[in-house]
């Protein structure tokens, strides 16, 4: 009997997560009772409780459901959590997200995406043009597919679309058949303390792939040669020696048109209405793994036509002939660099406000300079606080670091509360709103004003 097959209860310390959250989604859809803490209230433990889940939202043993034969936590739980405690010291199997994801993935066909950034729309591109062509899959995604406002949804195929998570190594708990890495930018130095170890583990990452299976990497990462997978094809948005590559690129009426070239395919007039030109980019591995797994190219352009993005992942929020909102998760230099990037190619014109949160005082501390350089792209800055997430503060690590880096000096330090002021005051035109805090909840009354 599979591992699976014995789970008729499971309890999740942390449900809340939009990782975590897709699995309790999964064991529900499989008939299991499903229950579990997380620290605040959200849309997503809201949503998980009306499919009829138990939350509760105090770390309370009296709470906890002593019957589960399972217990999923996620790392960003402090070991010190007593819920945690009481379930390693009294037998329970007490086991991480990534141990899950490695059970649900040992019997299946797995597309399995990682990257330190753009594994969230990478996934959710080709897990959308698989549902959409037909095809089918089970999906588990980082963030919320627009088109299906979930992170989850299963399907009678034996496939499995994954976001291969790099934090702690979870990914090397996968078993992919299909694997691809989209960027190994230095992140996670908390974990991985060297840019090295992180390389190394993205390596090992590739070892992972079954016999026979396909690797799709992003041309001109650091260790591309020592990639190991039976067969490697690379891609790259402007070519540079990669065999996948977009070509004929313009924007019309704010959409992408452009043409998707394979090592043995051409697929032309492609339509993609997601901002960005990294988007391009993410579009061609959808591409790629649906023409790898036999989808007829017509199917892929119709489906990426009526993609509608990921939630917070250059999502409009307003956009008119004259106000302009976009709401991004960017959280490293290279997404910042990336969305800036993406909204001049779009609105060249623009005078671009950009507010940023800085998430986690290690990686502010570790990519200052790096998040110095993307923002100052901008033409007007506002910087909030560091959102600590799971860290405490680390002396001297502040968000004036970041400034007294910045070559663009039109900057300002903000509290949260006083934003939603600013920006009623000053009205930017061209406002986009960046980080993986809790930035998207400030976002929803600076929306009603402008």
Request: hydrophobic share 40%.
């Amino acid at each position: 009997m599979h591992k699976l097959d014995t789970i008729k209860n499971i309890y999740f310390i942390g449900i809340g997560g939009i990782g975590m959250s897709a699995l309790a989604r999964y064991f529900v859809s499989k008939g299991c009772k499903v229950s579990g803490y997380d620290k605040t209230e959200t849309i997503l433990t809201q949503a998980l409780t009306e499919l009829g889940i138990n939350i509760h939202y105090e770390d309370n043993t009296g709470l906890i459901d002593t019957d589960a034969s399972v217990v999923v936590y996620t790392p960003a739980i402090p070991e010190s959590h007593s819920e945690l405690t009481y379930y390693r010291n009294n037998g329970y199997e007490v086991v991480k997200r990534s141990d899950v994801l490695g059970w649900i993935t040992e019997g299946t066909v797995n597309i399995c995406v990682a990257g330190t950034h753009g594994k969230t729309t990478v996934s959710t591109m080709v897990a959308h043009v698989l549902r959409d062509s037909g095809y089918g899959c089970t999906a588990f995604l980082g963030g919320i597919a627009a088109n299906y406002n979930t992170n989850f949804w299963s399907s009678d195929n034996n496939v499995v679309v994954v976001e291969a998570d790099e934090y702690d190594r979870s990914f090397l708990k996968l078993n992919p058949s299909i694997a691809v890495i989209t960027s190994m930018d230095a992140d996670h130095l908390d974990i991985y303390k060297t840019s090295e170890a992180l390389e190394d583990a993205f390596v090992s990452f590739s070892k992972k792939v079954k016999p026979n299976g396909l690797l799709l990497a992003k041309k001109g990462l650091a260790r591309e040669a020592s990639f190991d997978a039976s067969i490697l094809v690379t891609y790259h948005l402007h070519g540079e020696g990669a065999s996948i590559y977009a070509k004929d690129i313009t924007v019309v009426d704010g959409a992408y048109h452009f043409t998707a070239v394979g090592p043995s395919w051409t697929i032309e007039n492609i339509v993609l209405h997601m901002g960005g030109l990294h988007n391009i980019e993410n579009a061609l591995v959808a591409v790629s793994v649906a023409m790898h797994l036999g989808i007829e190219p017509q199917k892929i352009k119709v489906a990426l036509a009526n993609f509608a993005g990921v939630k917070r992942r250059f999502e409009y929020l307003i956009k008119t002939d004259t106000q302009i909102l976009i709401d991004d998760y960017a959280h490293h230099p290279a997404e910042l660099a990336a969305l800036i990037s993406g909204v001049r190619s779009l609105y060249p014109n623009g005078k671009l406000t950009l507010v940023f949160q800085p998430h986690l005082f290690s990686r502010t501390q570790d990519l200052c300079e790096g998040f110095a350089a993307s923002l100052s792209a901008a033409d007007e800055i506002v910087l909030l606080p560091i959102y600590p997430a799971r860290e405490l503060p680390i002396p001297g690590v502040t968000s004036e670091m970041i400034i007294g880096k910045m070559t663009n000096k039109n900057v300002v330090l903000l509290q949260k509360e006083a934003l939603q002021a600013w920006v009623k005051e000053h009205q930017p035109k061209l406002l986009v709103m960046a980080g993986a805090g809790d930035i998207d909840v400030l976002i929803r009354n600076i929306k009603n004003d402008l």
